[in-house]
């Protein structure tokens, strides 16, 4: 078996991150892992293909990864790996990287829930950051923008 986890996150994390359905963190991750560690043989990726492939992968042999990686949660898990004893692959996005087109959506969501700012001014109009209404709704006008001009710049 293959357990894919996507961000682990800090716990100290904005509100609006814990709020991403893809995020666990950290405390919970380590609770998680720790338990896997003890019911399961935790292998690296590399050696859990190779062994499926040979037909000799044991039944309590698995293999964890993190999808999306960011250094950040490259940050978190390498001292949890490292105190458990254990391999994670990390696929790391590499969308971002040169000319390659960038993740608004993300971006967008990041910007309207991480409670870093109270209110957005864009083309005249004040845009609300306080309630999760307001987040939704600002969030949405931003899209709208977005979709019409196909650019971040404005």
Not at 45 to 64: A, H, V, W
Not at 128 to 154: E, G, V
Request: with cysteine; hydrophobic share 40%.
């Amino acid at each position: 078996m293959i357990l894919m986890y996507h961000n682990v996150i800090p716990e100290f994390a904005p509100l609006g991150q814990k709020q991403q359905s893809i995020s666990l963190i950290e405390p919970e991750f380590i609770r998680q892992v720790s338990i896997l560690n003890s019911i399961f043989t935790i292998i690296p990726l590399s050696t859990y293909i190779s062994k499926k492939k040979k037909n000799s992968l044991r039944p309590n042999e698995i293999s964890i990864t993190i999808d999306d990686g960011t250094f950040f949660t490259y940050e978190i898990i390498k001292p949890i790996v490292n105190n458990l004893n254990f391999s994670i692959t990390i696929f790391l996005n590499s969308l971002h990287i040169d000319d390659g087109p960038l993740i608004w959506g993300n971006y967008l969501h990041a910007l309207c829930f991480e409670n870093i700012y109270d209110e957005i001014k864009i083309n005249n109009k004040v845009l609300k950051l306080n309630t999760t209404r307001q987040k939704n709704k600002s969030k949405k006008y931003l899209q709208s923008i977005y979709l019409k001009y196909k650019s971040p710049q404005i």
